[in-house]
């Protein structure tokens, strides 16, 4: 079946440091690929997302690149903040009415 | 436009017991969507509602169940609860169910923190 694997956390970054979380995922066809956060007591928030190869979705400063030869979504951002300390979901859906599936989390934390 | 609510937020249940949980979607979204939230396990997919019928179904005992109301509000039901019951359950809402047109994104409630002693 789908599944999603993320890089082990949790990650510890200084502010204003590079990120990177690794996604790879296997499926079926084109799944539509996610990046979900969860800040501490909330629930999941869409960050951003891709639908097709080479899509690149971007949001609050985070990228991610649907890339299907290495079928990965890795999340990128260039400066992290504090207040990005999060645990951070990389999630696929197939497009043959399956669900959502989700990666294990990331979990990031940002010391000033 | 009031986000996705669900009660209580905790809860503690003793092994054996039942629970219902309650969710109420944005308003205009049709499609619930409910998940199990473990350190262990992470997010698995429960099931799925949309117009009062149950769309999808994970891989869960027949202890879980769920349903859905005329007016989109959902509620997922367990009993004999278990000890590794304990959880964080999310529920989730969107406008078309998952799968279709439009319907990539889902809108996440806060959770019920479910204790089972």
């Known amino acids: 079946g789908d599944s999603v694997t993320q890089m082990e956390g949790p990650v510890t970054l200084s502010e204003e440091a590079f990120l990177t979380i690794n996604c790879t995922y296997t499926?079926?066809?084109?799944?539509?690929l996610f990046w979900y956060v969860q800040y501490p007591g909330e629930g999941l928030q869409l960050l951003l997302k891709?639908?097709?190869?080479?899509d690149k979705g971007s949001n609050k400063g985070f990228e991610a690149t649907y890339r299907k030869e290495t079928t990965s979504f890795h999340l990128e951002k260039g400066s992290v903040q504090v207040s990005d300390s999060a645990v951070y979901f990389c999630?696929?859906?197939?497009?043959?009415?399956?669900?959502?599936?989700f990666g294990p989390g990331t979990r990031l934390s940002v010391l000033p | 436009k009031a986000g996705v609510t669900q009660t209580p937020r905790y809860l503690i249940k003793t092994r054996g017991q039942q629970v219902t949980l309650s969710c109420s979607p944005i308003?205009?979204?049709?499609?619930v969507s409910w998940y199990q939230q473990t350190p262990g396990q992470g997010l698995q997919f429960l099931f799925e509602?949309?117009?009062?019928?149950?769309?999808n179904k994970g891989n869960f005992p027949g202890r879980f169940s769920g349903r859905q109301f005329s007016n989109s509000r959902s509620e997922m039901n367990v009993s004999t609860l278990e000890l590794g019951d304990s959880a964080l359950y999310l529920c989730?809402?969107?406008?078309?169910?998952?799968?279709?047109?439009?319907?990539?994104?889902?809108?996440f409630g806060p959770g019920t923190r479910l204790t089972v002693l």
């Open positions: 989730a809402s969107s406008f078309f169910p998952t799968g279709t047109s439009g319907s990539d994104e889902q809108f």
């Open positions: 891709a639908t097709k190869a080479d």
């Open positions: 509602y949309f117009s009062e019928t149950q769309r």
């Open positions: 499926a079926t066809g084109y799944p539509s």
């Open positions: 308003s205009g979204h049709r499609s």
């Open positions: 999630a696929l859906r197939g497009n043959y009415g399956q669900n959502f599936v």
